[in-house]
């Protein structure tokens, strides 16, 4: 069956930083590629006109990749405003006679959740839901009981199918290479298990701070802020057992049931940390215990990874800024020639950010006398920057009703079950110093002698 594409693209939120940054650049690029053919109408509360919009969609992409004469007229051609109060029935009075003939809008809301209940209620009371989607922007909630409440609120509107909870990281090229690389090469499937790996990493690092927006990070700290979302699906992506078909369901069905497999969060497994220098930040009260560090052991309880643990580090001002995957495999079941240790066995490596790399470390005889092995990475993709922006590819999908890349409410409160456990009544982080890897007890949460596998600058090999 064909599902009809959107004919109206609305965000509300348009006068906001989201919208600057990252929102017009993508409607530029979409309509250079003719895929955004339709109205675009931004909604706000500040009270500009069509032409303040038009000037500030052109002053975003003067700073973020370049205005492009012939896309961005066509662009201006088909951008509106509408000014008011989210509360006000008026503005959605206003909204829908600036749709016109639009039949099938899609509403993006580029807004705190707190306003997403009466949004969606105005959008309903004005006939602008008929027939229509809704993009969410995440948090989807602060814990599993807001997130719960959450969807409730949108279900009075729309359909779950009509809803598309946006996370731009799974619009990143990398990801998707991770998709494809797992799902496109049989050699994996025989070994992708737990009789042959020995554990998988995951760390993202950031070597800056929370860059002025201390107000802004206490209200969700690491777990909340990447944990939660960005690194729960990597790992969704990494264990997830082949989706049974094509559609978007299919897909999104085999997340589902691997979410559902992990365990909650155990608090001895989890380490909890904050640099040095975070209580001065502006915003920040002096008895925080917010996190900006966090590494903890995760299981998945299916027969495919039994016994495997997960291992998650995320934090900010740490020594690089990268994000990496290893999944280690286990060493061979007798000493042949020379010791393989677990820190020196086979493993597959995903540079998911900044670089886009794919390889495999094995072992190669070293030169002279003795059997006597050596590492080496065999590289399978390099690649240090994708061809389209993740808002860009993840818009485009919506427009078009394809939700492979989006996350279901079920998914969202299976997410927030695993880490519900660490977002009460906590003991204090633990303090690190900037430009380190985090607290050292982040190291009792690795098991065995594998230790941390720390990301490095990443070097292209030569042509």
């Known amino acids: 069956m064909t599902i009809p594409s959107s004919d109206a693209f609305v965000f509300f939120g348009a006068t906001g930083d989201l919208a600057y940054k990252k929102i017009f650049p993508a409607l530029q690029a979409m309509t250079k590629r003719g895929e955004l053919e339709m109205p675009v109408i931004g909604v706000g509360r500040s009270e500009w006109s069509g032409g303040k919009l038009r ?38 009075e206003g909204l829908k006679t600036m749709l016109g003939g639009a039949k099938r809008p899609l509403h993006y809301l580029a807004i705190p959740p707190s306003l997403f209940g009466p949004v969606v209620r105005g959008l309903a009371k004005a006939g602008c839901a008929k027939d229509a989607r809704v993009v969410v922007e995440k948090p989807f909630g602060r814990d599993l009981a807001s997130a719960q409440a959450l969807n409730r609120e949108l279900h009075e509107v729309f359909d779950e199918a009509a809803i598309f909870r946006i996370d731009h990281y799974l619009g990143k090229e990398a ?17 992708w298990n737990r009789h042959y790996v020995d554990n998988i990493q995951i760390t993202m690092a950031e070597k800056f701070g929370v860059q002025g927006r201390g107000a802004f990070y206490e209200e969700v700290g690491a777990i909340r ?7 729960l699906q990597v790992i969704a992506l990494l264990a997830m057992d082949p989706p049974t078909g094509h559609d978007a369901e299919s897909m999104r069905a085999e997340k589902l049931r691997l979410f559902r497999a992990m365990r ?7 380490v909890r940390g904050q640099f040095r220098g975070y209580l001065d930040e502006e915003g920040v009260p002096k008895d925080s215990k917010v996190e900006t560090f966090a590494a903890l052991r995760l299981h998945i309880d299916t027969w495919r990874w039994a016994g495997v643990p997960f291992y998650i580090r995320t934090g900010k001002n740490l020594p690089i800024t990268a994000t990496e995957v ?5 060493c061979p079941p007798l000493a042949t020639f020379d010791d393989i240790s677990p820190a020196t066995a086979n493993y597959f490596r995903f540079r998911l950010s900044p670089e886009v790399v794919i390889s495999t470390g094995a072992r190669v005889k070293s030169p002279g006398e003795e059997m006597r092995g050596q590492p080496v990475e065999l590289v399978a993709r390099h690649q240090t920057r994708g061809d389209q922006e993740p808002y860009e590819r993840l818009l485009h999908d919506a427009i078009e009703g394809d939700a492979s890349l989006f996350t279901r409410d079920d998914t969202v409160e299976a997410a927030w079950r695993v880490v519900d456990p660490m977002l009460g009544d906590v003991p204090p982080p633990e303090p690190y110093e900037p430009g380190s890897w985090g607290p050292e007890a982040a190291h009792r ?19």
């Not at 090469?185 to 025989?190: G, I, T, V, Y």
């Not at 949460?445 to 042509?463: F, L, M, R, T």
Request: aromatic share 10%; hydrophobic share 30%; glycine share 8%.
């Open 225 to 231: 802020d990447v944990v939660q979302n960005h690194l």
């Open 175 to 191: 990801v998707q290479n991770l998709q494809y690389f797992r799902f496109a090469n049989s050699f994996l499937d025989p070994i």
């Open 55 to 92: 000037a500030r969609a052109r002053d975003s992409l003067e700073h973020n990749g370049g205005v492009d004469k012939e896309a961005f007229e066509k662009l201006s051609a088909r951008m509106e405003y509408v000014s008011g109060d989210y509360g006000d029935p008026a503005t959605y």
């Open 445 to 463: 949460v690795i098991s065995g002698k594998q230790g941390w596998h720390d990301p490095k600058p990443e070097e292209a090999p030569p042509c």
């Open 326 to 330: 290893r999944v280690g495999l286990k």
């Open 264 to 270: 909650p969060l155990d608090p001895k497994e989890v």
